[in-house]
C-alpha cells in the first residue's frame, strides 16, 4: 500500500530550509551527547534518512523504519554503514518488527504532527525501549510566540492555556482527508509522556529565528550558533515553532 509521502517530494522540501535542518541537527546531537552509551536507537519516520548522522556516531546499531518505500529507498542509496538497517513499515506495525525492550533510544522526528492518536506511538516507543532507556521527540508547537501573539491580538486570551491539540488544515483539506498537520501544547505532550511512564530530563526550543529577513541579513553560521545558545533558555517560555524533548522512560 503506497504512502502518503511516496507522492511527495519530501527531500525538495528542505531546500532552502538549511537554517531549519540544521537546528534539528543542533538539537538531537546535543540530546545524545548526553546518554551514556546508545546499543540500538530506533528512529521512527526517518524519512530519507536526513537527521541519521547527527546520532549514528554515537550508536553501535541503528534500524530505520518508514512507512515510505520511496524515502527509503533514497535513504538506503544515501547511508552506506554496515550499522545501519532498514525496515518498511507504519507505525501502528512498528512493534511486530523490532523485539521488545531491545533499544537504547527512539527518535521522532516531525513526525507526530500527522497523528491524531499519539498515544499509538508512545506506547510502540515505550515498548521497544529497555528500562531507563530514551525517547527523543520533537513535536509543532502549538503556543509558539508568533501563535500567541496573534491570538492575543485577536482577542483570544484563553488560547495559551488551552492544551488540546489544534490541527491546522484548512476545511477543504481535511474533506479532501489529507494528512493531519496537529499543533501540540508542551503542556498536552508533558502529561502524555507523564501518563506512558516517561520522565521529562531536557527540553529545547527550536528554529527560535525562523524569519525570511533573518535569512536574508544573517550568514547561516551566524543563525545557527545563535540558535544552540538560544534553545534551552527560550523552552522555558515554548518560544519556537518546534519543541524537543529529551525523555527517559522510567524502569
Known amino acids: 500500500m503506497a504512502a502518503a509521502y511516496d507522492t511527495y517530494d519530501y527531500p525538495s522540501y528542505w531546500i ?9 541537527i543542533s538539537a538531537i546531537r546535543a540530546f545524545v551527547e548526553k546518554i551514556p552509551q546508545i546499543g540500538t536507537a530506533v528512529e521512527l519516520g526517518t524519512g530519507f534518512g536526513r537527521l541519521v548522522p547527527s546520532f549514528l556516531y554515537r550508536c553501535k546499531k541503528v534500524i530505520l523504519s518508514d512507512p515510505s518505500a520511496r524515502l527509503l529507498k533514497i535513504a538506503r542509496k544515501n547511508l552506506k554503514d554496515k550499522r545501519i538497517k532498514f525496515i518498511h513499515v507504519g507505525i501502528d ?3 511486530n518488527k523490532i523485539t521488545k525492550k531491545s533499544a537504547d533510544l527512539v527518535i521522532l522526528v516531525r513526525v507526530i504532527h500527522h497523528l491524531e492518536n499519539i498515544d499509538v506511538v508512545l506506547n ?10 530514551y525517547l527523543i521527540l520533537e513535536f509543532a508547537n502549538k503556543c509558539h510566540i508568533k501563535a500567541r501573539m496573534t491570538q492575543f491580538l485577536k482577542g483570544n486570551f484563553t488560547f495559551s492555556i488551552d492544551i488540546s491539540p489544534y490541527d491546522i488544515r484548512s476545511s477543504r483539506s481535511k474533506k479532501q482527508n489529507t494528512l493531519p498537520f496537529i499543533n501540540y501544547h508542551p503542556d498536552f505532550i508533558e502529561k502524555k509522556l507523564k501518563d506512558f511512564e516517561f520522565s ?3 527540553k529545547r526550543s527550536v528554529s527560535n529565528i525562523r524569519s525570511p529577513f533573518a535569512k536574508k541579513f544573517f550568514s547561516l553560521n551566524t543563525l545557527v550558533s545563535l540558535e544552540k545558545f538560544l534553545q534551552k533558555p527560550l523552552a522555558k517560555i515554548n518560544f519556537g515553532p518546534s519543541i524537543f524533548i529529551l525523555a527517559r522512560k522510567i524502569g
Open 200 to 202: 521529562l530530563i531536557e
Open 124 to 133: 510502540a516507543s515505550k515498548e521497544m525501549l529497555k528500562d531507563n532507556g
Open 16 to 24: 532552502g530550509r538549511e537554517y531549519e535542518n540544521q537546528c534539528d
Open 93 to 95: 506495525n512498528i512493534t
